[in-house]
């Protein structure tokens, strides 16, 4: 398989990452299959000279790969494991464990069909001006809680509502996170993408949020599959967030 040089995102602080510098990194195949040892980087590479993560909502790549992210409601559809399955969609997950908790036994269907499983704070409470010591307890609490559930240390983090702050990134940093997940398109109940900034259209390297609300007709597997559809049609594909981040 040949290999590409990536960007590795390097920016951290109260801004949005927008485009950095290139370095060397593997190439996921499409639809994610076959995992590469080559996407095992230096991850140390991703912080700025403060030490602390970088904050991302898209990542600077000429891969034509966009990431898909889900929040704790994504298995609360039966169907959508199968549809991650069937298609072999790389999503990754970001769990809240006062939410999530009741239904790990879904999620775990889920991360067996290859998704990824990564932070998204204890209770889900704005970070932004809370002190070193509640955001601690709130990243790190929920990085021994997903350890014991699945056995896993999420490397990502998503602060509940996109808040956060310097405090956020010095805690997350201090927990083992190497990056700090937004997003730049939003999937809305109705099906249609809202963009947080820039032109109103998916480009590589987006990382796009799909709430899994409850209530919301169509459902998370009918969105999904809609939203893959208009993922083809622009010439992408889904990619592997954790290998590019």
Excluded at 82 to 109: C, I, K, M, N
Excluded at 145 to 150: D, E, M, N, V
Excluded at 202 to 212: H, K
Aim: charge should be positive; include cysteine; glycine fraction near 12%.
């Amino acid at each position: 398989m040949r290999r590409w040089s990536y960007a590795a995102v390097a920016c951290a602080g109260m801004i949005l990452l927008a485009g950095c510098a290139a370095a060397d990194n593997g190439r996921a195949q499409p639809d994610g299959r076959g995992r590469s040892p080559a996407h095992a980087t230096n991850h140390a590479r991703n912080r700025d000279r403060t030490g602390l993560p970088p904050v991302a909502d898209h990542v600077p790549t000429r891969d034509r790969v966009v990431f898909l992210t889900y929040d704790d409601g994504a298995g609360r559809d039966p169907r959508f494991a199968g549809l991650v399955g069937e298609r072999r969609l790389p999503v990754s997950v970001f769990l809240t464990d006062t939410v999530a908790g009741p239904g790990y036994g879904h999620l775990a269907r889920l991360r067996s069909v290859g998704a990824s499983i990564q932070n998204h704070t204890l209770d889900h409470p704005a970070l932004r001006g809370l002190p070193y010591a509640g955001q601690h307890a709130e990243i790190c609490g929920q990085q021994h809680k997903l350890h014991s559930r699945f056995g896993v240390r999420p490397r990502l983090l998503r602060p509940p509502h996109g808040r956060y702050d310097t405090t956020t990134l010095r805690a997350a940093a201090d927990c083992g996170i190497t990056a700090v997940v937004l997003w730049r398109a939003s999937l809305g109940a109705d099906g249609e993408l809202a963009y947080t900034r820039g032109a109103p259209a998916l480009r590589p390297g987006d990382i796009v949020s799909v709430p899994s609300d409850g209530s919301a007709a169509p459902a998370l597997t009918e969105r999904t599959a809609r939203l893959l559809r208009e993922i083809g049609e622009r010439g992408l594909r889904v990619g592997r967030l954790e290998d590019y981040l």
